[in-house]
């Protein structure tokens, strides 16, 4: 069979190797650090991005290279991408790697986001604040997740103390969004071109971090049609191969994108449930040249996150009815990190 590389070896990595075992390939995952994927791959290349040399025997034991892990060296990437291909392209990592190259990309689509502008100094943020208005979020325009490098602004003396916990980072300031909801589509398209979507979910987030995913989520059918041509739209401009998540906002205004995710999705999680090919096999299908799966989902679904200590409930939701509990072999709870999940069957 053929082999699948895997830059990344978290949860991600982990349920992609599971997905991708099953249609008979092999993973071999490089990460530079702890690798809960390492437990499940065929192979695990524990070394940092700038060993060229691990680097190029790890390209040489694999027929495709995928990601899940956005945050890999240019230089790395470069090297890689000379000895095979990797999926998705170049274009759309480095695109959703920067929020400032991400909204200029998806506003050159026609698509809607925040007000935004670009921060390089509190002068700026200043100038920004009073041309978008507050409240507003600044957040650095790179190596973001889960809520971190960011900061709310809700009036302007806040604006100094606010520059200066960025560290001289390379900032957006954001205009708030005052959402009715925030939904997102886990979209997958294929080395041919076809493009097939998941039914969109609504996720809730806490402490800036993503707690549950219902579907269906709360859409009209016109809403929920625009969600999967936009994301559509997206992944066809990006000529992309493999699953994305697109983050949405939800207004009287119709649909704002958040932000990108070229890689499967925590909020896509609820299709390991609710769905024939859950979002793990279609992102394999697609970077192993296979065609797209069948996503139509089947289910009513709720996925919680299991953070921190959440973990702790384990045994009470291993005899829950209509539940399936998730764990990524993370070893001790610390808050804020994501130790499993649970999707929930809520009508069938
Ligand atoms: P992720 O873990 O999804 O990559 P992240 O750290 O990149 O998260 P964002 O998705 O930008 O962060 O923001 C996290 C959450 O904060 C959003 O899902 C939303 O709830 C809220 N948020 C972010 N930007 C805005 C905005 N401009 N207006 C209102 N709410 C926002
Ligand atoms: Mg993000
Ligand atoms: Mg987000």
Request: overall charge negative; some cysteine; charged content about 20%.
């Amino acid at each position: 069979g053929s082999t699948i590389g895997i830059l990344g070896g978290g949860q991600l990595g982990r349920m992609l190797s599971v997905a991708a075992s099953r249609l008979g390939y092999r993973c071999h995952i490089y990460e530079p650090g702890a690798a809960p994927a390492g437990d499940v791959a065929y192979k695990v290349t524990t070394a940092p991005y700038e060993d060229e040399a691990s680097l190029r025997a790890f390209a040489a034991s694999v027929d495709v290279i995928t990601y899940e892990f956005e945050n890999v060296p240019t230089s790395a990437l470069d090297l890689l991408e000379s000895l095979k291909p990797i999926r998705p392209n170049r274009r759309a990592l480095a695109i959703s790697q920067d929020r400032i190259s991400e909204k200029s990309f998806l506003n050159d689509l026609g698509l809607q986001t925040a007000p935004w502008a670009a921060v390089n100094s509190e002068a700026d943020l200043k100038a920004a604040a009073d041309s978008l208005g507050l409240p507003a979020i600044l957040k650095t325009t790179r190596l973001g997740y889960d809520g971190k490098g960011q900061v709310k602004l809700d009036d302007a003396a806040a604006i100094p103390a606010a520059w200066a916990a960025m560290n001289g980072a390379a900032c957006i300031l954001e205009g708030f969004v005052a959402f009715d909801r925030e939904v997102s589509v886990i979209a997958a398209r294929s080395l041919d071109g076809s493009v097939a979507c998941f039914d969109p979910g609504e996720n809730v987030h806490r402490d800036g971090i993503l707690r549950t995913t219902t579907v269906p989520a709360h859409l009209t059918p016109a809403q929920r049609s625009d969600a999967i041509l936009l994301a559509a739209r997206i992944l066809n401009a990006l000529d992309y191969v493999g699953v994305m998540g697109v983050e949405l906002f939800v207004t009287p205004r119709g649909l704002l994108v958040n932000e990108i995710a070229p890689r499967v999705h925590n909020s896509g999680h609820w299709t390991q449930a609710g769905c024939t090919v859950d979002q793990f096999e279609q992102h394999i299908r697609a970077v192993a040249g296979l065609p797209l799966g069948d996503g139509n989902r089947y289910a009513d679904v709720v996925m919680e996150n299991l953070i921190g200590d959440d973990v702790l409930r384990v045994p009470e939701l291993l005899k829950a009815r209509d539940t399936a509990v998730h764990l990524y072999g993370k070893g001790a709870p610390r808050p804020g990190r994501k130790m499993g999940h649970v999707n929930r069957i809520t009508r069938g």
